[in-house]
């Protein structure tokens, strides 16, 4: 497993939760990194992104919400998530690749889906009211 995630869970709306991402020496060093979800019936769409230099961008939907920070003692980086919402309620997966594939925060199309090299497994958050 090249990405191990872990974090998810139930949370009443307005509370928290924090996900991480932990990488192999190499992908966390190499390439940048993006949180993704998917909810019943939509596409994977990208919601926060890290670029090797620290770079953080954040997708309208949650920016001052949610932060990525990192760890590179621990080659992990979390995904914090405040005053979570309903709307918020997803399979989250993170995912590594070049900075052109995973920081433009989008939803995927089939093509990009199939290019990014690393996909974590993916972890249920559900917000309830």
């Known amino acids: 497993v090249q990405l191990e995630e872990s974090g998810g869970g139930l949370v009443q709306s307005g509370g928290s939760l924090r996900l991480s991402c932990t990488a192999s020496?190499?992908?966390?060093?190499?390439?940048?990194m993006a949180w993704f979800r998917q909810s019943p019936g939509k596409g994977r769409e990208g919601v926060a992104a890290?670029?090797?230099?620290?770079?953080?961008t954040y997708a309208d939907s949650v920016k001052g919400r949610f932060t990525i920070s990192q760890d590179n003692a621990k080659d992990t980086r979390y995904l914090q998530m405040n005053s979570l919402k309903p709307e918020d309620t997803a399979i989250y997966y993170c995912?590594?690749?070049?900075?052109?594939?995973?920081?433009?925060?989008?939803?995927?199309?089939?093509?990009?889906?199939?290019?990014?090299?690393?996909w974590g497994q993916g972890t249920q958050v559900t917000v309830e009211t």
């Open positions: 890290i670029a090797t230099d620290g770079t953080t």
């Open positions: 020496t190499y992908i966390y060093n190499t390439y940048s």
């Open positions: 995912a590594a690749g070049p900075p052109w594939l995973v920081l433009p925060l989008r939803q995927l199309d089939n093509r990009d889906f199939d290019n990014v090299p690393y």
